[in-house]
């Protein structure tokens, strides 16, 4: 069975850091996309991040770019999304999904194309 869970979440002051991880067991995530979105109670789901895990460049928001960077580590199939200059904004149930295949650029940033799931992690910015 594919799993995917995600850790890290937490409260953190405004302007902080915090670094989440996203561990996907059952099979190898290599060649595939794997992306880090988020959702605010009432609101849709947002695109934050993706990477194809057998690459090195990372995809992200408007809003995030020069802030947050996504990376992999293939040996323990697990991606990371470092978010630094957090903002009270940002308060958000940040949740990994994984494609289960490689997706398109022009596909990337859709939800609908991600197969698999986690249960998410809860990231809350304080004054």
């Known amino acids: 069975q594919v799993r995917v869970v995600e850790t890290g979440g937490g409260l953190v002051q405004s302007g902080g850091s915090l670094r989440l991880s996203c561990e996907v067991s059952?099979?190898?995530?290599?060649?595939?996309?794997v992306a880090w979105f988020r959702q605010a109670p009432g609101k849709e789901r947002q695109f934050v991040s993706a990477i194809r895990s057998s690459a090195s460049n990372g995809y992200y928001a408007d809003s995030v770019k020069g802030r947050f960077t996504i990376s992999r580590d293939k040996g323990k199939n697990t991606v990371y999304l470092q978010m630094n200059s957090l903002k009270p904004e940002e308060t958000d149930n940040y949740h990994c999904?994984?494609?289960?295949?490689?997706?398109?650029?022009?596909?990337?940033?859709?939800?609908?194309?991600?197969?698999?799931w986690g249960q998410g992690t809860q990231v809350t910015l304080s004054s």
């Open positions: 999904e994984d494609a289960g295949r490689l997706l398109m650029l022009s596909t990337m940033q859709d939800s609908a194309q991600y197969d698999y």
């Open positions: 059952g099979r190898s995530f290599s060649g595939y996309t």
